[in-house]
């Protein structure tokens, strides 16, 4: 079984700063790709920002300059710093990881999701 478990959401006024962090907790034998999405009331979900091993990081055009990628290798933790948040960056934050389980097949598996709302 693995799990995905995320932290780090909540209220912040506009211009104020977040960190996301999202462990994945199992029977993992190797990550491949993780990252973080989201979706507003009313929208589709979209890609927020994705990392490959930590090396090679992918963002959004509305959250470069703004938003950083990181990952722990060691902890199975991948980290959203959030900056200069503006209210339209108000979601559910969701972590996504590509994941090969111990004798088992590779897919991707979801977090919960996380509420992130910035407002005055």
């Known amino acids: 079984q693995v799990q995905l478990v995320e932290s780090g959401g909540g209220l912040v006024q506009p211009g104020g700063s977040l960190r996301l962090s999202c462990a994945a907790t199992g029977s993992i034998f190797s990550i491949y790709a993780m990252g973080w999405y989201r979706q507003a009331p009313g929208k589709q979900r979209e890609l927020v920002a994705a990392t490959i091993s930590g090396a090679t990081t992918n963002y959004a055009d509305s959250v470069k300059g703004r938003f950083t990628i990181s990952r722990d290798n060691a902890k199975n933790t991948v980290y959203l710093e959030m900056n200069s948040l503006k209210p339209e960056d108000t979601a559910v934050y969701y972590c996504?990881?590509?994941?090969?389980?111990?004798?088992?097949?590779?897919?991707?598996?979801w977090g919960q999701g996380t509420q992130v709302t910035v407002s005055s």
């Open positions: 996504n990881a590509d994941i090969r389980r111990l004798l088992g097949a590779r897919s991707h598996y």
